[in-house]
């Protein structure tokens, strides 16, 4: 029997216990051991009958007892997840954790103290909810090197984006409907800014390229200055608008990253990725395009997900699983005004014949776009591929002519 | 440094050598110890320069050399692959395979051997190509049950169907093309008579459900029926025509497995796997649904699936993987007749109307479809859910009545 300690009695906290209860059975016989849930760390007492016994208020207790060998961290946060974290692994458990914040922040110091101490510190969870990419990638793809991924890594903004795409909806009211289904927080800024998708995409660019990249170091821009105007010249273009998470190794050898909505290709795998669901893909340079896609959060897949960690965990009590990512550096992350990107570009001017002459002048190859409910000064283009640093020179020369820019959107080519 | 032999040196085994050279030094890394190719099985000698003293023709060779850990089988077929392997896995050496053929008829078998000599077997390659299905299968969805699992498989049968389906390219013709661009062999009737699926779905089912279900258990029909006309019909239908290989937990413990072509609908996430993709899906319990997609064959991204399992084992020569299923038995395989479903009728009558009205009377919520170019002797309809047995009791009474019966289509739900 392996006794095991859960840190947190939340959402996904509960979700573990239950996945624990229900499948006990069916688990113990795939981990080829029991597994028993011998603490419950939570804030206040809860009397709940099944598990009462279980329920501490103190961490001590769980650190100091030596039969616990397993911890899952399902708190939250940095603090006092960090420290707890820490000192588990430093006391030779193991820990798994959903806890992105955590694993973006920390990931390669808390890889570094469970390599010293033998022991696992797993994380599934922490990218894409039910849905494997943190095993795949570390150990099916381990013959590829992986040239880029892009990912919809959030359920939340992907709902409102194709509400606004589907129905119409504005993104105001598309964000109250997720508040109201429960997709959405009542403060939804970690979503909507674009914070939870950046922690995500640095998860899996430390895994994919062995060194950390901080969620402080990414480019990230969420989707609230989206309009219907664009995800309709979305439409006409051909394709939809995402929230995209890309990673790409450069020539230099640092790596590209961004977070930011695109419009994507109606032909593109992830265009088709909708509601709350998340898609990941992953380029090998020998496997090419793979696709992962499923329900990216939600309270049980996120803990099956813990939950199978676990009895990973359990089958490597004795051989520690390699995941290893060495710690960052500030110039790693390459500037993302570098990167040569198309753009889409939606603006107003008197005379938008003229603009968008001026524009082509500009942009050359430039082509515009049209939608019926545009009003007369209303002008929308796409440019050619071009380094972002000069596109963004150039669109204030065309401001200088007396264009007001509403809205530039980047192209991606996943 | 660990020592391995290759067995075959075909399409697979020179691109799992060639990804062992080429990567040699990452993958080094990531095992945590030198890989180094010491045989090359042959049937022949090979005088190819780089690789020249490692060949040898003689299997008793590799078998009784001790530094030899892990053997790769990539030579295909039963004999002499599976004497070899068994073999290999009984002198206490790790086997890593893409054997389909090998892991759908005799995995259960090999399995317990490997898990009586404390080896790995492994066969992450067998299914989807450089896709990872087996490991997320038998990893991450631990803390699930599966509830079911369909597939597109195999790329050669879904590239003919997608070149029908976009080009309106004949099947002959399709195929002509497929071979052409080396997807099909030169005897393709593997691919197109379900063959290749059916052992892809074996092994997923068995490793889904613990239990072997043997190839000569399934219900496979190919796609060489498949017309046109089928095609058109299904695109009115509001869907596609793919080969779908599906399985199934039934109430009383059996599985149900099938390999045939089914109209699926447009909305479902397999019906925009085109071309020589593979997709598959999987419903947990708790995930709900999760698909992963990427190119499904190919001798770089099989051999890339290949040598991810060898460096598994590698990481793994102390402690062995759990990867075992039980064997099967004869009525563990559901009569697929017994399953109800929707169904797809091509027909043609003197009378369509009158012969329609005789279909709508036995197969009650029986509804039309009707194409351009259908002669005035054609009749097609949809029916409501069927039990199969009772579906091809009523067929049979509306051929009583002078209708003649051209196709019959499954249509899935996934």
């Known amino acids: 029997m392996v006794e095991v300690a859960v840190m947190g009695y939340g959402v996904v906290g509960t979700g573990v216990v239950q996945v624990l209860a229900q499948h006990a059975e069916g688990l113990s016989h795939r981990a080829h051991e029991g597994i028993h849930i011998k603490y419950i760390l939570v804030r206040h007492d809860y009397p709940e009958p099944p598990m009462m016994g279980t329920f501490t208020r103190s961490f001590e207790q769980i650190l100091n ?66 849905i494997p990419i943190i095993r795949p990638m570390s150990q099916c793809l381990a013959a590829n090197i992986v040239i880029g991924i892009a990912g919809i890594l959030n359920g939340t903004t992907n709902y409102i984006l194709t509400k606004m795409f589907q129905e119409g909806v504005s993104f105001q009211d598309a964000l109250a409907d997720a508040q109201r289904l429960g997709y959405a927080e009542r403060d939804p800024s970690a979503d909507i800014e674009g914070t939870d998708a950046c922690r995500k995409i640095c998860i899996l660019t430390s895994l994919a390229y062995g060194k950390h990249v901080y969620p402080e170091q990414v480019h990230t821009e969420g989707i609230t200055h989206i309009t219907l105007a664009d995800v309709e010249y979305a439409q006409k273009w051909g394709g939809v608008v995402k929230l995209i998470a890309e990673a790409r190794r450069t020539d230099s050898g640092k790596v590209d990253v961004v977070v930011c909505p695109m419009f994507i290709s109606g032909e593109s795998q992830l265009a088709n990725v909708d509601d709350v669901f998340n898609g990941i893909m992953v380029r090998g340079d020998i496997t090419g395009d793979i696709v992962f896609y499923g329900k990216g959060a939600g309270k049980m897949p996120t803990a099956s997900a813990v939950v199978a960690d676990v009895i990973d965990c359990v089958k490597h009590l004795k051989a520690r699983k390699y995941l290893y990512w060495a710690d960052g550096s500030p110039d790693y992350v390459a500037d993302y005004r570098e990167t040569a990107r198309q753009f889409f570009v939606r603006a107003h001017a008197q005379d938008t014949d003229a603009a968008y002459e001026q524009a082509v002048a500009l942009f050359p190859g430039a082509s515009r776009l049209y939608r019926k409910e545009a009003d007369a000064k209303e002008l929308a283009f796409v440019t050619s591929q071009i380094p972002e640093k000069d596109f963004d020179t150039a669109l204030q020369h065309l401001k200088a002519v007396g264009v007001t820019i509403d809205n530039k959107i980047r192209i991606g080519d996943m």
């Open 65 to 130: 007892d030596p039969e616990i060998r397993i911890v899952v961290e399902v708190m939250g946060g940095l603090d006092p997840a960090y420290n707890y974290v820490r000192r588990c692994l430093a006391a030779g458990k193991s820990v798994v954790t959903s806890n992105k914040e955590l694993v973006a922040a920390k990931g390669a110091d808390l890889l570094q103290v469970a390599k010293d101490h033998n022991v696992n510190f797993l994380f599934e969870a922490s990218v894409g909810g039910g």
